[in-house]
Structures are given as C-alpha cells and as structure tokens.
C-alpha cells in the first residue's frame, strides 16, 4: 500500500504564489509518474500537472508559465509551485501516484490523496 499526503494549500490573494508538497510513502515501490489534479466545484477534476520517475514534466496549458512541478526521487515527493495565482486556480488539489512492487514491476497502480485545498481571494 503506498499513503499519499498533500500539504500548502491555503488563502492567497489573487497574483500571489503557494507551493504545494504530495509525499508518497510505502514499502518495496518503484514510484512511477506522480499527478497533480485540481477540482473545483462543479467542474471535472483535471490533470494539471505531472513528473515521471526520470524527471520527464507536463504542465497544463491553462497554467503553463505560472506553475512549476518538481520532484525529489530519494524521498517520493513532488512539489507544484505555483505563481501568479488566479481566481480560476481556486480548487482541491489532488495529488495521485502511479507505481509498482518491487516484485511485480509489470503491474501498476496508482493512489490519490485526500488533496489540499486552494483558495484565491481579490
């Protein structure tokens, strides 16, 4: 079982910047691709960013050049920073991590947070 943990969701104003951490943890994983997802009310949860195990980025382009996504192998944490904050930006943000067993490394999962919430006010 991998436990995925959001952190630094908060109250910004708009134009302002909030960094965001998903650690991941668990026994015998290889750590695939790890996610970011936002979902605001009434809305589809959508993919906003992501890192690969070999630092591989995808920023979406409703964000791009405003987010950074980054992550630190050794520890199974992914990070979004995130700059000039939009009120469209207000939402939970869900971290979710695709990996394997060591044992089994043909299979793969993947496990989401319980996310961290992102509000923008003027």
């Known amino acids: 079982q991998v436990q995925v943990v959001e952190s630094g969701g908060g109250l910004v104003q708009a134009g302002g910047s909030l960094r965001l951490s998903c650690a991941a943890s668990g026994n015998n994983i290889v750590y695939n691709t790890m996610n970011w997802y936002r979902q605001a009310p009434g809305l589809q949860r959508e993919l906003v960013a992501s890192v690969t195990s070999r630092g591989t980025t995808y920023v979406a382009d409703s964000v791009k050049g405003r987010f950074t996504v980054s992550r630190d192998n050794a520890e199974a944490r992914m990070t979004l920073q995130m700059t000039n904050l939009k009120f469209e930006d207000a939402a939970e943000y869900y971290c979710?991590?695709?990996?394997?067993?060591?044992?089994?490394?043909?299979?793969?999962?993947?496990?989401w947070g319980r996310g961290t919430q992102v509000i923008v006010s003027s």
């Open positions: 979710n991590v695709e990996y394997s067993f060591m044992d089994s490394p043909w299979a793969e999962y993947n496990t």
